[in-house]
């Protein structure tokens, strides 16, 4: 039986979380922490939505996320979101110069993929690059192995990923540079489950250990 997601958020977290997602990368202050460390502002991050043990039929995630796109990916291909339909998806915005949010992230999703074990080779973490004008297919290529062998990046003209992230609901915005001369990009830096219909299941802040990360998605995994 399909278990029933807990739909306890009120209306004002859900408007919250809404308004997180859409303006996340202010809150968590791109530039200003330490590589691989999570910022403090962070904490905040909403309420995860995960499964629970009641049953009932499943209902979709309470914002209305279209998660579609067209871009390619890090090998060239071009691709859409219905290339990855019958699996699921970890999707993440960033970009391969970040040096705060985006290890946090990029690398606890990895972790938790693995932690899944056999069951976890049905999830596809994916990076939608913020950053087209330098996060090309062949920089993107490079980046990834650092992170997960099973990474895809994603790239592809300005207006492209313009589109994909208004289908996010994800804003994002050059402040200016680093002082190695790197762009800082100020974005949404949630961590998006898609189901293998292209449904959002979940929203996850990229600070949640990657433990509990895989413990979420490991029970949508067990419903289908």
Same mark, same amino acid.
């Given at each position: 039986? !399909?278990?029933?997601? =807990? *739909?306890?958020?009120?209306?004002?977290?859900?408007?919250? /979380?809404?308004?997180?997602?859409?303006?996340?990368?202010?809150?968590?202050?791109?530039?200003?922490?330490?590589?691989?460390?999570?910022?403090?502002?962070?904490?905040?991050?909403?309420?995860?939505?995960?499964?629970?043990?009641?049953?009932?039929?499943?209902?979709?995630?309470?914002?209305? @996320?279209?998660?579609?796109?067209?871009?390619?990916?890090?090998?060239?291909?071009?691709?859409?979101?219905?290339?990855? =339909?019958?699996?699921?998806? *970890?999707?993440?915005?960033?970009?391969?110069?970040?040096?705060?949010?985006?290890?946090?992230?990029?690398?606890?999703?990895?972790?938790?993929?693995?932690?899944?074990?056999?069951?976890?080779?049905?999830?596809?973490? !994916? *990076?939608?690059?913020?950053?087209?004008?330098?996060?090309?297919?062949? /920089?993107?290529?490079?980046?990834?192995?650092?992170?997960?062998? =099973?990474?895809?990046?994603?790239?592809?003209?300005?207006?492209?990923?313009? /589109?994909?992230?208004?289908? $996010?609901?994800?804003?994002?915005?050059?402040?200016?540079?680093?002082?190695?001369?790197?762009?800082?990009?100020?974005?949404?830096? $949630?961590?998006?489950? @898609?189901?293998?219909?292209?449904?959002?299941?979940? @929203? *996850?802040?990229?600070?949640?250990?990657?433990?509990?990360?895989?413990?979420? @998605?490991?029970?949508?995994?067990?419903?289908?």
């Amino acid at each position: 039986m !399909i278990a029933k997601p =807990r *739909l306890c958020l009120g209306i004002a977290v859900l408007l919250a /979380a809404l308004l997180a997602v859409a303006g996340a990368g202010p809150a968590l202050g791109h530039g200003k922490e330490k590589h691989g460390e999570p910022p403090a502002e962070a904490v905040g991050a909403p309420e995860v939505v995960e499964p629970s043990s009641e049953g009932g039929a499943a209902e979709p995630f309470p914002i209305d @996320i279209s998660g579609a796109f067209a871009l390619v990916d890090h090998t060239g291909r071009s691709v859409t979101d219905a290339d990855f =339909r019958g699996g699921y998806m *970890l999707v993440f915005f960033g970009y391969t110069q970040c040096d705060s949010i985006c290890p946090v992230g990029l690398k606890r999703m990895a972790e938790a993929v693995d932690l899944l074990g056999e069951p976890g080779e049905r999830v596809r973490p !994916i *990076l939608i690059t913020v950053d087209p004008k330098n996060d090309t297919p062949e /920089a993107l290529a490079a980046h990834l192995p650092t992170v997960h062998p =099973r990474l895809v990046g994603l790239t592809g003209k300005p207006e492209a990923v313009e /589109a994909a992230m208004k289908s $996010y609901k994800v804003n994002a915005k050059l402040m200016g540079q680093s002082w190695k001369g790197t762009p800082v990009i100020s974005h949404g830096s $949630y961590i998006y489950l @898609i189901g293998p219909d292209g449904a959002l299941l979940s @929203i *996850l802040p990229p600070v949640l250990s990657s433990e509990a990360m895989a413990g979420i @998605i490991a029970r949508y995994l067990t419903q289908s």
